[in-house]
């Protein structure tokens, strides 16, 4: 290998990525056909987030030399980026099938497995890799993830904890182990590991979301709701779906059974609004308790930007429902009360859109807001104006305000079932 490859290597080391592209840049230069050259430029491209041509460079890095491990390791990280993890899979795969001993490839095959849900399979991967290395974090904590999707949290914890002894400076481990005390619930330990993580590694992305989720956490709310998400996390979109559906189903059945026997409704209706307030807070409480980490000295500068942008737009609209619900009250006027009926749908719809996933699930999820934000004001408008025509007039003007406002509730019930399915739905980038 030449000099600029073997300084790009250890400027990629110390994650001094735009540095190592420079020597890259050099020593392609000098021999563009050197596949190793291209495959960890490919590294340092998916680390800059420039994903596209990450995955193209790993591929010219392939088309060079097909039996180079570290060109098929390179594109399957770089396809794991962009979430196409069946290809990403595969690319792993023939990592180690050029060479079957680095614990590495292991860590990616697993990694892509989790991010698939397949909590078996990603484990088998970890144990396979930690046969030719018994120590390598990377492995490690794969294995200790898959154990705590699993259950096994008590032996994720002591995988962990001999990681973070033989190394205590990974910042991979810390975060692990903060996620572990998170499924626990112990969130003063969570928080001590995330904080650790990121002094090792301010940009790590896995330890700031951990962060913020463990912030929050320290509001009861909050840190009930997070243990169910964990929970539900565990399962395939299918099983969460359903698991949902069967709170609504049972809510339903409730207030049925509530209106058949009157003399159990006072019992039964607590435990149909509780069940509301649930199934409510699960769109929710992540924007809204972010919004609560803006007053939050350490929490504010945690929040990624979306996250924010979230909480300014859910923040609004709350606060603009609940105006609009005291004016109601204090001027005993039906049609603020409407309005804040409609904020507060407005709210929920808000949380899905910023609940998806970028892409074109988000769009699409945007735009049908749009719609439904336009259906909510026309409505309006129109009942506004009918106050001031002729009788006749008037009425033709409020019926059809009425039907714009029903299409809205409708539309807002329709919205909640679409936006379940866009964030199962993982953007291709």
Known sequence: MGLHYERAWLLYQQSRYDLAEKELAQALAENPNDGAAHALRSLCLKESDHHVEATQA?????????????????????????????????????AIECDPTNPQFFTLLGMIRLNRRDWAGAMEAAEQGLQFDGEHAGCINVRA???????????????????LARDPENAFSHANQGWGALHSGDTPKALKHF???????????????????????????????????????????????????????????????????????????????GLLAFLVLTWIADPLFNLLLRLNRFGRYALSRDQVVASNWVGI???????????????????????????????????????????????????????????????MGLLITANGMPFQQGKARADLADDFLMAYVYGSVAFSWLSNFAIAARPKR
């Not at 606060?319 to 049609?335: E, G, P, T």
């Not at 904020?343 to 074109?360: E, I, Q, Y």
């Open 317 to 379: 609209c709350l606060l603009a429902a609940l105006a609009a619900l005291v004016w109601a009250l204090v001027a005993d006027n039906s049609f603020w009360l409407l309005g804040a009926l409609l904020l507060g749908l407005m709210v929920l719809t808000l949380a899905g859109v910023f609940g998806a996933p970028r892409g074109w699930p988000r769009r699409v999820l945007a735009a049908a807001a749009l719609v439904l934000a336009g259906l909510a004001v026309a409505g």
């Open 195 to 273: 904080r650790e993580a990121l002094r090792l590694d301010p940009e790590f992305d896995w330890a700031r979301t951990g962060m913020v989720e463990a912030l929050k956490a320290r509001y009861l709310i909050y840190r009930l709701m997070l243990r169910f998400f964990l929970w539900l996390r565990r399962f395939g979109f299918g099983i969460q779906l359903a698991i949902i559906l069967g709170f609504v189903f049972l809510r339903q059945a409730l207030v049925q059974l509530a209106r058949d026997n009157p003399a159990l409704a006072p019992f039964i209706w607590p435990v149909v609004i």
């Open 145 to 163: 993830m898959a154990l705590v999707q699993l259950g096994r949290r008590g032996e994720a914890s002591e995988a962990i904890e001999g990681a």
């Open 58 to 94: 790993a591929q010219e890095a392939i088309a060079l030399d097909p039996n180079l491990p570290l060109a098929h390791y390179a594109l399957g990280q770089a396809l794991l980026s962009r979430n196409h993890f069946a290809d990403a899979e595969r690319a792993a795969i023939q």
